[in-house]
């Protein structure tokens, strides 16, 4: 199994910055990607981005070049920059980690919460 903490979320104004990390421990052997997802209350689960362990990056639309998403490999940890942010963007932002087989593997942690205020 696959433990994850995320960490770095808090309360910003519209327009700011935050940075999130997210570190796996466990059986990590076999991750490929590491993704982030967020929910916002009353929403579901959604993708925000991935990247490979070769560094190819996948963003969702709402947050293309505002968000740039990193990792550690020898650290077991990914990052989420996230610039310019909005009001939408409030949400529980969730790390998971993805094998070669496109499985999600990863117990879903606590999240880290965002709060973008207007």
């Known amino acids: 199994q696959v433990q994850l903490v995320e960490s770095g979320g808090g309360l910003v104004q519209a327009g700011g910055s935050l940075r999130l990390s997210c570190v796996a421990s466990g059986s990590i052997f076999g991750i490929n990607a590491m993704l982030w997802y967020r929910q916002a209350p009353g929403k579901q689960r959604e993708l925000v981005a991935s990247i490979t362990r070769d560094g190819t990056r996948n963003y969702a639309d709402f947050v293309k070049g505002r968000f740039t998403i990193s990792r550690d490999n020898a650290k077991n940890t990914v990052y989420l920059q996230m610039n310019s942010l909005k009001p939408e963007d409030t949400a529980v932002y969730y790390c998971?980690?993805?094998?070669?087989?496109?499985?999600?593997?990863?117990?879903w942690g606590r999240g880290t919460p965002v709060t973008v205020s207007s």
């Open positions: 998971n980690v993805q094998d070669y087989g496109w499985r999600i593997f990863g117990n």
